[in-house]
């Protein structure tokens, strides 16, 4: 609830019913908090493919080229358990028409010609600690080496829940300070806090900060609704 509808029903009730000296009215406003903490995980992509067109010698070929992949990247350092269980695999089509003219006997003849070409993809992920920057671009140049494409899909949290209990007392207390500051302006007290809910993770946004990993930051957001005792 807006603090401007929050306020204006208070000036109604007092409008309707009067208020007497110590009278206490449900106040409720919202409180936001966010913390700012080092991503501690990040993950690599890897995939290799094949252009075969027939799908049986394909599937051999990304898994052979795979587990040579794979080879390369322990010889770098990644541990099994740095390599997540089980591969995706897909198969992308390139389809493009164009249209080709030429000249037969004094006479232009065009014709439409379609071309298409199919690739059988096969990937895997890495999960790092975000703070070894030189792990990190060994890995990748470990794969690319290898003849695979490597990139940095994403940086996480490991564990999100001291930096989420941290978001939601500023929540709280973001909540409060809004509260007292309607409470007064409206010519009254702020008392207790009668009742919490705290809305689900607002999730964690990442957020860019200088070019290693310890730069890379993520957002820990909390949000509550939380109903004080208004005293007039």
Same mark, same amino acid.
């Given at each position: 609830?807006?603090? !401007?509808?929050?306020?204006?029903?208070?000036? %109604?009730?007092?409008?309707?019913?009067?208020? /007497?000296?110590?009278?206490?009215?449900?106040?409720?406003?919202?409180?936001?908090?966010?913390?700012?903490?080092?991503?501690?995980?990040?993950?690599?992509?890897?995939?290799?493919?094949?252009?075969?067109?027939? %799908?049986?010698?394909?599937?051999?070929?990304? =898994?052979?080229?795979? *587990?040579?992949?794979?080879?390369?990247?322990?010889?770098? =350092?990644?541990?099994?358990?740095?390599?997540?269980?089980?591969? @995706? #695999?897909?198969?992308?089509?390139?389809?493009?028409? #164009?249209?080709?003219?030429?000249?037969? *006997?004094?006479?232009?003849?065009?014709?439409?010609?379609?071309? #298409?070409?199919?690739?059988?993809?096969?990937?895997?992920? %890495?999960?790092?600690? &975000?703070?070894?920057?030189? @792990?990190?671009?060994?890995?990748?140049?470990?794969?690319?080496? &290898?003849?695979?494409?490597?990139?940095?899909?994403?940086? +996480?949290?490991?564990?999100? !829940?001291? &930096?989420? $209990?941290?978001?939601?007392?500023? $929540?709280? /207390?973001?909540?409060?300070?809004? /509260? /007292? $500051?309607?409470?007064?302006? $409206? @010519?009254?007290?702020?008392?207790?806090?009668?009742? %919490?809910?705290? +809305?689900?993770?607002?999730?964690?946004?990442? !957020?860019?900060?200088? =070019?290693?990993?310890?730069?890379?930051?993520?957002?820990? *957001?909390?949000?509550?609704?939380?109903?004080?005792?208004?005293?007039?």
């Amino acid at each position: 609830m807006k603090w !401007s509808v929050v306020l204006f029903c208070v000036i %109604i009730w007092n409008a309707l019913f009067g208020a /007497a000296v110590g009278d206490v009215y449900p106040l409720t406003v919202e409180g936001v908090g966010t913390v700012t903490v080092p991503a501690d995980i990040v993950t690599i992509s890897v995939s290799v493919e094949s252009s075969n067109e027939n %799908i049986t010698q394909a599937q051999y070929e990304v =898994g052979e080229e795979m *587990n040579r992949v794979i080879s390369a990247l322990k010889k770098a =350092g990644v541990k099994d358990e740095e390599i997540l269980p089980g591969q @995706g #695999s897909g198969i992308s089509s390139f389809q493009s028409s #164009s249209k080709v003219c030429k000249t037969v *006997n004094n006479t232009t003849v065009c014709e439409n010609v379609t071309e #298409s070409a199919s690739t059988l993809q096969r990937s895997t992920v %890495i999960r790092l600690q &975000a703070k070894d920057e030189s @792990g990190i671009d060994k890995v990748l140049d470990a794969a690319r080496s &290898a003849g695979a494409n490597a990139y940095v899909a994403g940086y +996480y949290l490991k564990d999100s !829940s001291d &930096a989420r $209990a941290e978001a939601r007392k500023k $929540a709280l /207390a973001d909540a409060r300070k809004n /509260a /007292a $500051a309607i409470a007064a302006d $409206a @010519g009254g007290s702020l008392g207790k806090a009668m009742d %919490i809910f705290a +809305y689900p993770d607002l999730g964690i946004d990442y !957020s860019y900060g200088g =070019g290693s990993g310890e730069g890379r930051m993520m957002d820990v *957001n909390s949000r509550v609704m939380v109903t004080y005792e208004f005293i007039l």
